[in-house]
């Protein structure tokens, strides 16, 4: 593990990416002061949102310790987060109830000051039991599905039971909470009640890039799992049907696979539909292949469903990593009309009703490259608001400052 992590965080030196950068200027500018922190951040699903979380943290004034399976420290060295004094890794128990003590053994051994879990899919009694014994230090918990963690479905089974109350005294542990919109927040103190602090902490960053050949055929791309439970790929397939073979649009459906599922559809309208997947697809690919789009689809169900857990709306107590798929690259947004439309992205998100509807959007904007021109605009003005800068100074006070 360490042998892969140093060969990749040559490369990255070697490429001089921003992550190597801006890493090199904490090291040179911002030294430990009195009023450093020590900050354990553990992750062992989203790798976006710990990404995020450590790029808004790292500013040299802070040591961060980072708990996470070793894949997912590979993918955050390779994106550019690099170890050294600053950010280290410590790598976890193999075995999931394992984890709620490594974590707390963590922030005693590191002398933490703050611990943020970022996402807690497991274990939640024992994290809970975990986090009571560490007060008073502050604990940030990431709220991923608002009403699975505060209204969860009742299971009758022991095993449901222990679940139902490892997520109410899990939530009752912690100091505050971090989501991903600013809806999730307004659903946590209206409907809720929740009167501890709730940070509003986007899942990605706007990264700047040039802007593609406005005199392509129009692109889009529906980023993320390839998973028919998070995304409608009857959309698609309605939209390549009405384009093949001569509409000048190209769609690209770039991420990993659900095991078991891949419809022969995907395959059936070479030239106007190509799909990049597999049991993992590498950071580099994914991003390219959203940066060469002029829009980010996002073909979601009005209702999330999990057997078991309680629906989840998107842009209202769910967020969707498209959405920030979208923001991160400056791009405008398209989206079914009976998904809520996230307040970040109002401005450049384009709604549409049924089949039909999508089908007349998407000519009219391949045959219009003004409007796409000016769409391209719109969305990086609009990003501009999720840069480091912008969200750290937003941000930074109310995570490392007082309960």
Same mark, same amino acid.
């Given at each position: 593990?360490?042998?892969?992590?140093?060969?990749?965080?040559?490369?990255?030196?070697?490429?001089?990416?921003?992550?190597?950068?801006?890493h090199?200027?904490?090291?040179?500018?911002?030294?430990?002061?009195?009023?450093?922190?020590?900050?354990?951040?553990?992750?062992?699903?989203?790798?976006?949102?710990?990404?995020?979380?450590?790029?808004?943290?790292?500013?040299?004034?802070? *040591?961060?310790?980072?708990?996470?399976? $070793?894949?997912?420290?590979?993918?955050?060295?390779?994106?550019?987060?690099?170890?050294?004094?600053?950010?280290?890794?410590?790598?976890?128990?193999?075995?999931?109830w394992?984890?709620?003590?490594?974590?707390?053994?963590?922030?005693?051994?590191?002398?933490?000051?703050?611990?943020?879990?970022?996402?807690?899919?497991?274990?939640?009694?024992?994290?809970? *039991?975990?986090?009571?014994?560490? *007060?008073?230090?502050?604990?940030?918990?990431?709220?991923?599905?608002?009403?699975?963690?505060?209204?969860?479905?009742?299971?009758?089974?022991? *095993?449901?039971?222990?679940?139902?109350?490892?997520? &109410? &005294?899990?939530?009752?542990?912690?100091?505050?909470?971090?989501?991903?919109?600013?809806?999730?927040?307004?659903?946590?103190?209206?409907?809720?009640?929740?009167?501890?602090?709730?940070?509003?902490?986007?899942?990605?960053?706007?990264?700047?890039?040039?802007?593609?050949?406005?005199?392509?055929?129009?692109?889009?791309?529906?980023?993320?799992?390839?998973?028919?439970?998070?995304?409608? @790929?009857?959309?698609?397939?309605?939209?390549a049907?009405?384009l093949?073979?001569?509409?000048?649009?190209q769609?690209?459906?770039a991420?990993?696979?659900?095991?078991?599922?891949?419809?022969?559809?995907?395959? %059936? @309208?070479?030239?106007?539909?190509?799909?990049?997947?597999?049991?993992?697809v590498?950071?580099?690919?994914?991003?390219?292949?959203?940066?060469?789009?002029?829009?980010?689809?996002?073909?979601?169900? %009005?209702?999330?469903?999990?057997?078991?857990?309680?629906? %989840?709306?998107?842009? $209202?107590?769910?967020?969707?990593?498209?959405?920030?798929?979208?923001?991160?690259?400056?791009?405008?947004?398209?989206?079914?009309?009976?998904?809520?439309?996230?307040?970040?992205l109002?401005?450049?998100?384009?709604? @549409?009703?049924?089949?039909?509807?999508?089908?007349?959007?998407?000519?009219?904007?391949?045959?219009?490259?003004?409007?796409? $021109?000016?769409?391209?605009?719109?969305?990086?003005?609009?990003?501009?608001?999720?840069?480091?800068?912008?969200?750290?100074?937003?941000?930074?006070?109310?995570?490392?400052?007082?309960?």
């Open positions: 593990m360490a042998a892969n992590l140093s060969i990749l965080a040559r490369r990255a030196g070697a490429l001089g990416g921003s992550g190597v950068v801006y090199t200027y904490c090291i040179l500018v911002c030294p430990f002061t009195r009023r450093s922190m020590t900050i354990v951040l553990y992750d062992t699903e989203h790798f976006e949102t710990l990404e995020t979380q450590v790029r808004l943290l790292n500013t040299g004034a802070h *040591r961060l310790v980072l708990l996470a399976p $070793e894949a997912m420290q590979v993918q955050l060295v390779a994106a550019g987060v690099i170890p050294g004094p600053f950010v280290q890794f410590r790598t976890l128990p193999s075995r999931s394992e984890h709620p003590g490594a974590v707390y053994r963590s922030c005693r051994a590191e002398g933490a000051d703050l611990l943020i879990l970022s996402t807690v899919s497991f274990q939640h009694l024992l994290f809970a *039991r975990a986090c009571r014994r560490l *007060r008073p230090l502050k604990l940030l918990l990431g709220v991923h599905d608002v009403h699975d963690l505060f209204a969860p479905a009742r299971k009758f089974s022991l *095993r449901g039971l222990i679940q139902h109350v490892g997520r &109410q &005294q899990l939530a009752a542990a912690v100091s505050g909470y971090i989501v991903l919109l600013d809806e999730m927040k307004e659903l946590l103190r209206k409907k809720y009640s929740v009167r501890k602090p709730v940070h509003v902490v986007p899942g990605s960053l706007y990264r700047p890039a040039p802007a593609g050949d406005p005199g392509a055929p129009l692109r889009i791309v529906v980023p993320g799992s390839i998973d028919p439970g998070r995304r409608s @790929y009857e959309h698609v397939r309605h939209l049907r009405a093949y073979p001569d509409a000048p649009v769609i690209t459906i991420g990993s696979n659900r095991p078991g599922w891949r419809p022969t559809w995907l395959d %059936e @309208y070479p030239g106007t539909l190509q799909v990049i997947s597999g049991d993992f590498d950071v580099d690919t994914f991003e390219t292949a959203i940066a060469g789009a002029d829009l980010v689809w996002a073909p979601l169900p %009005e209702v999330f469903r999990r057997s078991g857990h309680p629906g %989840e709306r998107y842009g $209202e107590s769910k967020s969707s990593g498209s959405f920030f798929d979208a923001l991160r690259h400056g791009k405008p947004l398209l989206l079914p009309g009976g998904v809520p439309v996230p307040g970040v109002a401005a450049v998100t384009i709604s @549409y009703f049924d089949n039909e509807h999508l089908h007349y959007l998407v000519l009219a904007l391949a045959q219009n490259r003004a409007a796409r $021109e000016r769409l391209r605009l719109m969305a990086e003005a609009n990003a501009a608001a999720l840069s480091l800068e912008a969200v750290r100074a937003r941000l930074l006070p109310a995570l490392t400052g007082g309960t």
